[in-house]
């Protein structure tokens, strides 16, 4: 985020919008269908197209991969977000403004939003 709110494409004041988002940095491929053990599945398959640099558990019933994408040409980025939705995932995180859980942070029921998997190599 560059800002803590902006301006909705209506106008209004937000602190989700579009124009307080700057560039995108990791490309998050969040699933709401399968086990855990299924959404691993397809998260370690996607990592074979994509460094995968974080996943977590969302406190509920999903994983979500964090895949870093700095320097990554648009339309290669949308070709990988395609391909993951065609494999379960929620189109919704292709937008830059969308909300996704943050690693070790709590949802609302104080359930804990643990980190399953870092790598720390990718992020050169």
């Known amino acids: 985020m560059t800002a803590r709110s902006g301006r909705t494409q209506d106008g209004k004041e ?3 919008t579009l124009e307080n ?7 998050v491929v969040e699933q709401d269908c399968g086990t855990i053990d299924e959404q691993s599945a397809v998260l370690l398959h996607l990592a074979e197209r994509a460094p995968l640099a974080l996943a977590l558990h969302s406190g ?3 994983i979500h991969g964090w895949f ?6 648009e ?4 070709e990988f977000m395609r391909y993951a939705v065609s494999l379960g995932g929620d189109s919704a995180t292709w937008t830059r403004s969308q ?8 949802r609302d029921s104080c359930e804990r939003q643990t980190v399953y ?5 990718v992020l050169k």
């Open 21 to 27: 988002t700057d560039a995108r940095r990791f490309l």
């Open 75 to 78: 339309k290669k980025l949308r």
């Open 14 to 16: 937000s602190a989700h």
């Open 99 to 106: 909300f996704v859980r943050m690693p070790d942070g709590t």
């Open 117 to 121: 998997f870092f790598n720390p190599g």
């Open 68 to 73: 870093h994408c700095v320097g990554q040409l």
């Open 60 to 62: 509920s019933k999903s």
